[in-house]
Every structure is written in C-alpha cells, then in structure tokens.
C-alpha cells in the first residue's frame, strides 16, 4: 500500500480481555518499529523487527505484551489480559533496510490504534 | 545509552517569531537525526533529517544543523505561522543490524502560535 496501515483504528476493551493490533507496513520495508503514546506524552519503544526477527524487544512493558511478524510484511501486537494503564495510542512504523542504506533511515509512520481498556 | 533531550515545553510564540527547539543527543558513532512533527489530530510524520556532521535539514522553512562538537540538532524557524502548532519530536538512529537501531525519540515539544 501506499502507507502504513494501522488496524483497527480505535479499540475499547474491558479490564481482562487480550485485544490483538494490526500493523502492515509500506511494502518493501524491511525494518518495523511499536511504539505507545500515552496521552499528552511522547513515544515509548516498543519492539523492533528487522525482517521477521525482534533484534530488540526492550521496551515491552511486561511478558502480557509480545509481537510477531510475518516475513517482512503484517506484524502484531497481542496484549494480554488488558489493564486500565495500558490505554495509549499504539503506533506502528516502517522503513528501508538499516543496514542496507543508511540515507534512508525516515520511519513512515501509521494513524495508529487508539486503545481504551475500560 | 543512546539518549536524546529536547526543550520542554509548551512553547507559545506569536505569528511570525522566531523559533527555536533545543535538541541535544547522546550516542556513539554517527548517528542519523531527524525532527518528526506530529499535527493535532495527525500522525507522526517526518520533517526534516540529516545523515552526517555538518549537513543541515530542511524543509517548510524549519532548518536544523547536525553539530557534532556540540551533539546537538537545533530546530529553527525564521518566521512562524499559526499552521505550525504541533509537536515537534528529535530524533536518532544508527545504522547497522543492531539492537541500537531502534529509533530513539525525545520527549516532545508542543508548540502553539498565536495569531
């Protein structure tokens, strides 16, 4: 496609539920960035992916978080057994191959998922 | 670790001031830099970028300079405009297959023009 696409676009969940977020990056793109905005506040990493392997999963707040990707395309992001702080917008992003070319290291970066855990 | 610092804000200026956010960095090598600006309502998208010492960024009259004796990539305006009201997020990344290749991003600064 013609950008990152970010699905669903908002989520309202109860306490408890696992909710699942959609992230197909520009084709091409080998390198996959999460991110979590909490309201008023920046950008918290995530995970990383370059192609279908996490060189760096860090930034995942706790073992109720985890990511996959597919080859180098679709990733997703499960959060498990939902609580109440982990209401954020969460962001997806792509870009070319780090290793590759390093002039074209821009992430694109989607609409997001606006995820509410009531 | 790799870290970056920007101006707190909120900044209010009035039409046509000048601009300036301060951004400084903290990484080994040579890192990439870039400013994202995220419009209300808006993703994230890129504003300007600069690979290496030296090169200066630019784009809808922002400009920012990567100093490496200074580790810093402050953003500039000349003359501001209300439709510039947004968040202003530095950034860095490094090259290379790494677990230092996240993008690591600043705090943000929010920016509010007046008319």
């Known amino acids: 496609g013609a950008g990152v696409s970010q699905s669903p676009s908002n989520k309202v969940t109860e306490k408890g539920k696992d909710v699942e977020l959609r992230c197909d990056p520009i084709?091409?793109?080998?390198?996959l960035y999460w991110y979590r905005q909490r309201l008023g506040q920046g950008l918290e990493f995530l995970i990383y992916?370059?192609?279908?392997?996490?060189?760096?999963k860090s930034g995942l707040p706790s073992d109720r978080f985890s990511a996959e990707r597919t080859g180098e395309s679709v990733s997703t992001l499960t959060i498990q057994r939902t609580q109440q702080e982990d209401s954020a917008v969460y962001l997806c992003?792509?870009?070319?191959?780090?290793?590759?070319?390093?002039?074209?290291?821009?992430?694109?970066f989607g609409q997001g998922t606006r995820l509410t855990v009531v | 670790g790799d870290s970056v610092t920007q101006m707190e804000g909120p900044v209010t200026l009035s039409e046509e001031a000048f601009l300036t956010i301060n951004c400084t960095y903290t990484?080994?090598?040579?890192?990439?830099l870039f400013w994202y600006v995220q419009y209300p309502g808006e993703g994230l998208q890129l504003l300007l970028k600069?690979?290496?010492?030296?090169d200066k960024g630019s784009n809808k009259g922002f400009e920012a300079t990567y100093r490496k004796e200074t580790t810093s990539f402050h953003l500039e305006k000349g003359s501001v405009q209300v439709s510039d009201s947004a968040v202003y997020f530095c950034?860095?990344?490094?090259?290379?297959?790494?677990?230092?290749?996240?993008?690591?991003f600043g705090s943000g600064t929010r920016l509010s023009i007046r008319p």
């Open positions: 992003a792509s870009s070319l191959d780090l290793f590759a070319d390093r002039l074209n290291t821009e992430a694109f």
């Open positions: 084709s091409g793109h080998t390198a």
């Open positions: 992916f370059q192609g279908n392997s996490a060189p760096d």
């Open positions: 990484a080994t090598g040579y890192p990439s």
């Open positions: 600069a690979t290496k010492a030296d």
């Open positions: 950034a860095l990344t490094r090259g290379g297959y790494s677990s230092a290749s996240k993008i690591i």
